[in-house]
């Protein structure tokens, strides 16, 4: 029997099990040891994310990113390599990793063996094909210990999901900009919280116009029925794309990952790192009816 869903619902018990990384006081202070700026997230959050890609220039990082706007990558590309190399970047990545899941877990960093070896299985399950940063991502090699290989193994299978939810926004005709007024429209988020990409207010109302013309919004800004229908189109198809991974896992297997990793969730929830609202509307957007 295949459950498609079961993508978001690892989804959703996962990416907050890596998200700390990005706002976590171990990644500013490597950040600020790389020579980004140490106070600011965005300054390095382009470079840590894309250094799987190597020292690529703005155009490949802002069409693998999709929803960030080019002018923005550009004012980061290839400004960031001249700071610190990608193979730095990936050196210090891991540092950060390190002493954050030590931070959060203290000796229970330890216990997390079966954990990776499960998470590890499903991101080598992941297809690749069509996929930049699953695929970059899967390329780095992997670490030994097993909170390690934990967090990397999330991070294949988080842009292995990433990768396939821009493929289904091409297929809705949503472009970047789109994509986000769409999806605060429907509630994921605030406008406020979107506005980190990079768009300018005449940029955003243009897309925002734009989706009044196809009748996706009403001339309010609201949401019509039409755009609910196609976003919930968007993460079905999301789901669909996703599954491979979960399948070839398989759901016991799955769902022993998910009992597993249940302590460092809640760790990083308690941490009080992780923003009550966030760009991707983790908590706010139910899987899609089937």
């Not at 706007?69 to 590309?77: D, E, Q």
């Amino acid at each position: 029997m295949t459950d498609p869903s079961l993508a978001r619902r690892m989804w959703h018990q996962l990416e907050p099990v890596h998200a700390p990384f990005w706002y976590a006081p171990e990644m500013f202070a490597e950040a600020a040891a790389l020579g980004f700026d140490g106070e600011e997230r965005w300054a390095s959050y382009f470079a840590w994310r894309a250094a799987p890609l190597g020292a690529v220039g703005a155009e490949r990082v802002a069409s693998a990113f999709y929803s960030f706007s080019p002018r923005l990558i550009a004012a980061h590309f290839p400004a960031d390599w001249e700071t610190a190399s990608p193979d730095r970047v990936l050196a210090a990545r891991t540092r950060v990793v390190d002493r954050l899941y030590r931070t959060l877990l203290g000796d229970a960093v330890g216990e997390l063996s079966e954990a990776a070896d499960l998470a590890r299985e499903a991101a080598l399950a992941a297809p690749l094909a069509g996929r930049p940063l699953a695929a970059a991502y899967a390329a780095v090699p992997w670490p030994d210990e097993p909170h390690l290989v934990l967090w990397h193994a999330i991070g294949i299978l988080r842009e292995h999901r990433g990768d396939g939810h821009i493929a289904a926004l091409l297929t809705a005709g949503l472009d970047p900009a789109e994509a986000l007024v769409s999806f605060a429209a429907i509630g994921a988020a605030s406008p406020a919280t979107f506005a980190t990409r990079g768009w300018t207010d005449a940029e955003w109302t243009a897309a925002r116009d734009r989706l009044i013309g196809r009748g996706l919004l009403t001339p309010d800004g609201a949401a019509a029925d039409g755009l609910r229908a196609l976003r919930d189109d968007v993460e079905r198809t999301t789901d669909d794309l996703a599954y491979a991974p979960w399948q070839a896992l398989g759901a016991d297997k799955a769902a022993r990952l998910a009992e597993l990793t249940t302590p460092l969730l809640v760790k990083a929830l308690e941490s009080g790192l992780l923003p009550s609202e966030n760009a991707l509307g983790i908590g706010k957007i139910p899987a899609p009816s089937r």
